[in-house]
């Protein structure tokens, strides 16, 4: 029963009791998809080329041990991630297993994500859950022999993976340490910018110093500040502007996979982030080119 009497304070405080969880639930999905943009989970979980819907997985990533395929992250709970909880899909960032147990193959690269921070995880799956379902079973690996035994996971991560988070450096400074997070956890650059060896593990000594031939068979330049090999030419503005439109110093574009990431994912970053990406990478040590095989 209503009554004019209704005291004003009770009825504010009921109205903050029902509007703030919905609230903080809309800010969790807007920071969650910041973290989806710079993780750059679009591209690499889309089939875009076959057709297929966002993030329903299915895209093929070719290698020297076979062809992985994307799986479907969609809300979808037959398919997809719709049955996961938030310690299933903590579990899978920072561990690099399945809600089964099962280990991932590093295809997927929770060997960067490890990195990321509880917070940017619990938001990513806050927007991952706000996604279209979409119904597409996965497709099973194809990879060559002895490869696709899983089992074999288990000794590879142990010569090979660390579970994070990534910690701060404390004598530097908070710009550093965002680039730095962005670079090695969320952008996870050293996938694709790191030389890797015969079992397919980055080769942490080479870090960021350019890749001939890696997944797909594409070209990563040398991203270290070398003045021969890599970037140490480019002024913080120069990348950037590579970082934002794609534009180089030369005004050249990059294209392939680089033109998708800066498309999805570093396009959408805010200028304090690209700076801090920009002062992180100046500050590697500058590394020669890598020896190519």
Request: charged content about 20%; glycine content about 10%; aromatic content about 10%.
């Amino acid at each position: 029963m209503c009554r004019d009497s209704f005291p004003l304070s009770l009825l504010v405080v009921c109205l903050l009791l029902v509007s703030v969880p919905g609230a903080a639930e809309d800010d969790a999905v807007r920071r969650g998809e910041y973290v989806f943009n710079a993780a750059g989970c679009l591209g690499c979980h889309t089939d875009a080329k076959g057709g297929g819907k966002p993030l329903a997985g299915g895209r093929p990533l070719e290698t020297p041990f076979g062809v992985f395929y994307a799986p479907n992250i969609t809300p979808d709970p037959a398919t997809g991630i719709g049955t996961w909880s938030l310690d299933d899909f903590r579990r899978a960032l920072r561990d690099g297993e399945m809600p089964s147990g099962e280990a991932y193959y590093p295809s997927f690269p929770y060997t960067s994500f490890t990195g990321m921070s509880d917070a940017d995880i619990a938001d990513l799956f806050a927007y991952l859950k706000t996604r279209e379902p979409v119904v597409r079973p996965n497709r099973a690996h194809e990879l060559r022999f002895p490869f696709g035994w899983r089992f074999l996971m288990r000794f590879w991560r142990a010569l090979y993976f660390e579970s994070g988070p990534l910690e701060p450096v404390t004598d530097q400074s908070p710009e550093w340490n965002r680039g730095r997070y962005l670079v090695e956890a969320l952008g996870h650059c050293a996938e694709c910018h790191t030389p890797r060896n015969a079992l397919g593990a980055m080769d942490r000594t080479r870090n960021f110093a350019g890749v001939r031939g890696g997944p797909d068979g594409q070209n990563a330049p040398n991203i270290t500040p070398h003045p021969a090999d890599g970037i140490g030419s480019w002024s913080i503005d120069d990348i950037v502007t590579l970082l934002k439109d794609g534009q180089t110093p030369d005004f050249d574009y990059v294209g392939s996979g680089m033109g998708e990431v800066v498309n999805n994912s570093t396009s959408k970053l805010s200028e304090d982030d690209l700076r801090a990406i920009a002062v992180y990478l100046k500050s590697l040590p500058p590394q020669a080119a890598a020896a190519q095989k």
